[in-house]
């Protein structure tokens, strides 16, 4: 029997010698601001979406309390 996986293992590990061998370096930076303003915008339509559930839970906790007790 014969084991075809195991007939080429390579043990052998390549490093670039030189970094032109690695790739180009990305060319594009990332604005820290932009991605703040992103976080921000996000986490802020987050809280309304939440406030409102809230809102709306007590206001209905509210309605029913006011029936019970009539």
């Known amino acids: 029997m014969k084991n075809k996986g195991f007939t080429n293992l390579n ?3 390549r490093t ?3 970094f032109s061998e690695a790739g180009k370096p990305f060319k594009s930076r990332v604005d ?4 703040k303003s992103k ?3 996000t986490e802020s339509r987050e809280f309304k979406k939440n406030l409102i559930i ?4 007590f206001t ?3 309605i029913l ?5 009539l």
């Open 32 to 35: 820290i601001n932009i991605l």
């Open 39 to 41: 976080l921000q915008e």
């Open 65 to 69: 309390g006011i029936n019970l007790s």
């Open 60 to 62: 209905l906790l509210g």
């Open 54 to 57: 809230l809102v709306l839970l």
């Open 16 to 18: 670039p010698s030189d």
């Open 11 to 13: 043990t052998e590990i």
